[in-house]
């Protein structure tokens, strides 16, 4: 696996988005901080309703209404990303920093043809034209620039394993498989060479072994590209797998972070552990013990630790103050004021 770079290409800063309801802001999004460095695959984790892929359309700025960024900020190679117009985020979101949603049948369009998909990401941002970045090869006029772009939508269709990709240029999305479409939705967000890729759950609908080739593929354009990669999955094991370093989301905060081996091997805060324990593992005999209780009301957030109502380790100050994160080793961080506790019965 490609080791990530030291310098973070994305540093999301005390980032924080809310929807509004009828008893107050939901939030979806609160006050989390990360950073993402160059080579490097970051897993977001954690149950449904946490708040993961919210902090990706965030860092997109494609928050749908009525939700609103309500702070914080997201560097992107030293340019902060909430503080940009419509248009300037327009030239930045696939150029720069693009994106894998979740359902590869709902992201693409059924009217058009799969090639045409591929080549309008990059002839929206003029890639392919004289001149432009990724045009290598092109021509001046724009009959040239179509044949370019044309043919770099077959290499990118060959490259995510689609087979005959000339042939199924033309074809339109119904005509591939759901693990087919997901690798045209993988071209579509490379066409434009973006430094960073932001996957929202790209194998929840897809069998186990068509799971395995699509993060493969991710794998292997991570290792030959560089390209950064932030996924969002609620599969810990597989992000112990597939990733550098994981992030723990609870109720739209990051309750844990460090590399996937210690995160895997050594959790540190009471909601990892119980995570870990619900999940089938092979060859393990034991019972799962499912997490007690349910996600909280974001809107309704109990106070202190948001974790603390279905916490078998609670104690007085976690009701009543929340904890930040604060390292347990070198790189290895956890937002519990009993992390002592928690390591310890490991």
């Not at 058009?112 to 004289?130: D, L, P």
């Not at 009959?143 to 772009?149: D, E, G, H, L, Y």
């Amino acid at each position: 696996m490609r080791q990530a770079d030291a310098t973070p290409i994305l540093d999301v800063r005390n980032l924080t988005t809310h929807y509004p309801s009828p008893v107050g802001p939901v939030k979806a999004v609160n006050d989390v901080s990360l950073s993402l460095r160059e080579g490097e695959i970051l897993g977001i984790v954690g149950e449904s309703g946490c708040g993961k892929s919210a902090l990706l359309l965030s860092v997109m700025r494609l928050v749908p209404f009525p939700g609103r960024i309500v702070g914080g900020s997201a560097f992107l190679e030293g340019q902060d990303l909430m503080a940009l117009d419509e248009a300037a985020m327009r030239n930045v979101r696939g150029r720069k920093i693009a994106m894998v949603f979740q359902d590869p049948m709902t992201s693409l369009n059924p009217a058009h043809r799969v090639g045409q998909q591929i080549v309008e990401a990059m002839a929206v941002h003029g890639i392919g034209e004289s001149g432009a970045s990724g045009g290598e090869g092109a021509g001046n006029n724009g009959a040239s620039a179509s044949r370019w772009r044309r043919q770099r939508a077959i290499e990118l269709m060959a490259q995510v394993g689609i087979p005959h990709p000339e042939t199924r240029f033309n074809q339109y999305p119904h005509e591939f498989s759901g693990g087919q479409q997901q690798r045209i939705m993988i071209a579509v967000a490379l066409a434009c060479g973006p430094r960073v890729l932001l996957a929202d759950e790209p194998t929840t609908s897809l069998d186990v072994t068509i799971q395995a080739q699509v993060l493969e593929l991710m794998r292997k354009i991570n290792e030959e590209t560089g390209t950064a990669i932030m996924m969002v999955t609620h599969d810990l094991p597989l992000a112990g797998d597939f990733c550098h370093n994981i992030a723990v989301m609870y109720a739209g905060r990051i309750v844990e972070y460090g590399s996937a081996d210690a995160v895997m091997e050594s959790p540190a805060h009471p909601y990892t552990r119980a995570l870990l324990a619900s999940m089938p593992e092979f060859g393990r005999r034991e019972r799962l013990v499912p997490v007690p209780g349910e996600v909280p009301d974001l809107s309704r957030l109990p106070s202190g630790c948001a974790f603390w109502p279905r916490c078998a380790l609670r104690v007085d100050v976690c009701m009543e103050t929340r904890p930040e994160l604060g390292e347990v080793e070198p790189g290895h961080l956890a937002a519990c004021h009993l992390v002592a506790s928690c390591t310890a019965c490991a």
